[in-house]
C-alpha cells in the first residue's frame, strides 16, 4: 500500500524559511515523479514543482529561486525547502507521486506565512 505523510508545515513570518518532507512508503520515490501542490483558502489546488526521476527540477514562476526540490533516495523522501517566504505562499502542501500504476496523494502539510 502506498503512502504519502507530508510534514513541516507551520507559520512563519514573511522571509522566513520551512522544509517541507514527503516521506514515501510502498513505492520506490526515486522511480517516480514526484510533484508539490498547494492549495490556498478559497482557491483551486496548484502545481508548484516537480522532480523527474532523473533528477530534473521545475517550477510554477511564483516560486523560482525561493523553493528548492531535493530527494533522498536512502531515506525514501522528498522535500521542499521554501526560502524567502511571503503571505501567498500561504496554503496546505500536498505531495503527489505519479507513478505507472496509479496516482498518489498524502494529506497535506499547511504553511501559514504571516507577520
Known amino acids: 500500500q502506498v503512502q504519502l505523510v507530508e510534514s513541516g508545515g507551520g507559520l512563519v513570518q514573511p522571509g522566513g524559511s520551512l522544509r517541507l518532507s514527503c516521506a514515501a512508503s510502498?513505492?520506490?520515490?526515486?522511480?517516480?515523479?514526484m510533484v508539490w501542490y498547494r492549495q490556498a483558502p478559497g482557491k483551486q489546488r496548484e502545481w508548484v514543482g516537480t522532480?523527474?526521476?532523473?533528477?530534473?527540477?521545475y517550477y510554477i514562476d511564483s516560486v523560482k529561486g525561493r523553493f528548492t526540490i531535493s530527494r533522498d533516495n536512502a531515506k525514501n523522501t522528498m522535500y521542499l525547502q521554501m526560502n524567502s517566504l511571503k503571505p501567498e505562499d500561504t496554503a496546505v502542501y500536498y505531495c503527489?507521486?505519479?507513478?505507472?500504476?496509479?496516482?498518489?496523494w498524502g494529506r497535506g502539510t499547511q504553511v501559514t506565512v504571516s507577520s
Open positions: 510502498g513505492m520506490i520515490l526515486s522511480r517516480n515523479t
Open positions: 503527489n507521486g505519479d507513478t505507472p500504476v496509479g496516482d498518489y
Open positions: 522532480i523527474t526521476t532523473g533528477g530534473f527540477t
